[in-house]
């Protein structure tokens, strides 16, 4: 292999120099939130930026724990996004993959229905009097249902299911495998960087479930962490909240660095198993015809 040129040199320097500047730009302002989060009232209150806590405290993170209803807060917003996403991976893989077999009646139409929702949907009333009529308010499953589909995941998973050669299906009909044993035994393990893709955007989608759980939650003791965490900064803040969520008076304004802190971590910890298949499975299944 030849040596690149001097331009090509620079070329590579400037552009390490620019995405490393950039990576700086996204990383600062978290780490920024994370040691707001470890420091005292004082030393927030008088510093416009923080990166290491002149005085280490967990004032913040106690008083969000010692929240009655946290901890059953994290574990609806947890069995929420481990049913959902198993659902929505459900639903969307076999609708993928029967969309993606040019054989299929009505394939054009559908596809067509499929990607005019992500341009037009009813709106909050009437999807709200959908969930009402099907008995779901103030059901864990109206955090789930409405939203167990969404159309940009289905049409990249689709492309993907496109873009397995067709003679892998014909050999496996050859030796009497059908649609079923196809789809399990071959189309699946070819898939698993799409699934695992696709799979951490409906967790992300679930675990930040916000708006269903305010207009179909009627039961507080119900809520998903989000819910609950915005009624913490609501009373750090000294506003009026839900007293049956929170009845504990807060410490100071490190509440709200806490609370953003405790709400990204978990699908930061689940993002580096999945990273390994991120980028290929969302480049093949979006760039397919």
Request: aromatic share 14%.
């Amino acid at each position: 292999m030849q040596d690149k040129s001097f331009g090509n040199r620079m070329f590579d320097y400037v552009n390490h120099a620019i995405l490393l500047l950039i990576a700086l730009a996204c990383l600062v302002p978290f780490l920024n939130v994370i040691a707001s989060s470890f420091a005292t009232t004082e030393e927030v209150i008088q510093k416009d930026f923080i990166l290491f806590p002149t005085t280490f405290s967990l004032g913040a993170y106690k008083y969000i724990l010692s929240t009655p209803t946290i901890f059953k807060s994290m574990g609806v917003s947890i069995v929420v996004t481990v049913v959902g996403t198993f659902v929505s991976m459900v639903l969307t893989a076999f609708l993928a993959y029967a969309l993606s077999r040019k054989y299929l009646y009505g394939r054009g139409m559908i596809n067509f229905l499929i990607v005019f929702t992500m341009l037009f949907s009813g709106g909050m009333i009437p999807t709200y009097l959908v969930v009402k009529s099907l008995g779901l308010i103030n059901s864990y499953w109206s955090l789930i249902l409405p939203v167990a589909v969404n159309a940009f995941n289905l049409i990249i998973m689709r492309n993907f299911f496109s873009g397995i050669p067709d003679s892998l299906e014909e050999s496996a009909k050859v030796d009497g495998c059908n649609d079923l044993k196809i789809f399990f035994k071959i189309m699946l393990p070819l898939s698993l960087p799409s699934i695992a893709t696709i799979s951490l955007f409906y967790a992300v989608a679930y675990w930040n479930q916000y708006t269903n759980a305010i207009l179909y939650l009627t039961d507080s003791t119900k809520w998903p962490i989000q819910v609950l965490l915005r009624q913490i900064v609501i009373v750090s803040s000294g506003m009026q909240a839900d007293s049956a969520a929170v009845d504990v008076i807060p410490p100071a304004q490190t509440v709200k660095m806490a609370v953003i802190t405790v709400a990204t971590i978990p699908m930061l910890i689940v993002y580096p198993f999945l990273q390994k298949y991120f980028v290929k499975g969302a480049m093949v299944g979006s760039v397919k015809a």
